[in-house]
């Protein structure tokens, strides 16, 4: 069982920037791709970024790129999304996700686990 906790939501101004965290415990393997989605109201839940716990490789989404870093702590078994230059549009719960399998990065259903979201809101 893997447990996975956000933290670092909440309200900033368009430009502005914030940093999720996502706490991962439990059986974490070296195997395991760590994503992060997220979800505005009435739409999908989106792939925005992953990375492979033991080599670092990294994938975003188009609409992030350039603005967003995802990175990874082994010792603290944490996950990072650092987002700057927020835009309005980027408003939405981020869920942070987990898979010892994954093979399709940015596809939701290929994670298993699933941490409990955090609000990011972007005021323009």
């Known amino acids: 069982q893997v447990q996975l906790v956000e933290s670092g939501g909440g309200l900033v101004q368009a430009g502005g920037s914030l940093r999720l965290s996502c706490a991962a415990s439990?059986?974490?393997?070296?195997?395991?791709?760590m994503g992060w989605f997220r979800q505005a109201p009435g739409k999908e839940r989106e792939f925005v970024a992953a990375?492979?716990?033991?080599?670092?490789?990294?994938a975003y989404a188009d609409s992030v790129k350039g603005r967003f870093t995802i990175s990874r702590d082994n010792a603290k078994n944490t996950v990072y999304l650092q987002m700057n230059s927020l835009k309005p549009e980027d408003t939405a719960v981020y869920y942070c996700a987990a898979d010892s399998y994954a093979l399709r990065w940015t596809i939701r259903t290929e994670y298993y686990y699933w941490g409990q979201g955090t609000q990011v809101t972007v005021s323009s």
């Open positions: 439990g059986r974490i393997l070296s195997s395991y791709i």
């Open positions: 990375i492979s716990w033991s080599r670092g490789n990294t």
